[in-house]
């Protein structure tokens, strides 16, 4: 169970302030929207969470029960799905699962075939990535989320490429896989996380010009 608490958090690329005076506490299995419109920051947002692209100001406290994680830990307690992220494309999707899981333990009592079958992929099990169809890499993409055993989850757009089948398995593994944990979803598409308990427009914390 995750506790994060965010003080006063910034980040800035070079003299471009992207968001700035941020303050969220976020309670173990919080469901947050991150909303704004195109280029506004939701994706830095979620990198800087994910510790992989610092905050430039104020401090993120993560609790894991009763432990302390820095931001430099923080990575071990996660899995994030977002459009920008390449699998690779030479391996099939078996090979996949079994490089992914060396490194990250699997959601309990979820086998390889398991996951395979939960993606509606046993079709492609031997099958190259560099082959999937843009909706079936997304449904990977999901699926190592979902399926890996981390308090914290990271979701950038994830419905894209997904048709309104795809769409709703997306739901579906929020529900089933998602409900105990802390779910983080960067959007514009209000269906992708209308089950949200808070939301935070990433505009608002856009340091206005001075005049
Ligand atoms: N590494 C970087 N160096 C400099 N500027 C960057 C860097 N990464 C992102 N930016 C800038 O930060 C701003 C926010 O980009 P970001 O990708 O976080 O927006 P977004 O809200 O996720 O957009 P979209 O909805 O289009 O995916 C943009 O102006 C972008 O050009």
Redesign the pocket.
Known sequence: MLEIRLTNVA?R??Y?W?FRNLDLHVKPKDKIA?T????????????CLAGT?PFTEGKASYLLGQQEITENEIYQHLAISA??MELPEEFSLLELLKFHFNFKSAHPGMGFDEMIKAMYLEEATHKQLSFFSSGMKQRVKLGLCFFSNAPLLLL??PTSNLDSKGSEWYKDLVQQYGHDRTVFV?S?SPYEYDFCNQQLH?EDYKLKKQL
């Open positions: 980040k690329f070079q471009d992207i991150i704004g419109s195109n280029g506004s920051g939701k994706s830095t947002f979620l990198k692209n459009p920008y950038d757009e960067a514009n990433i």
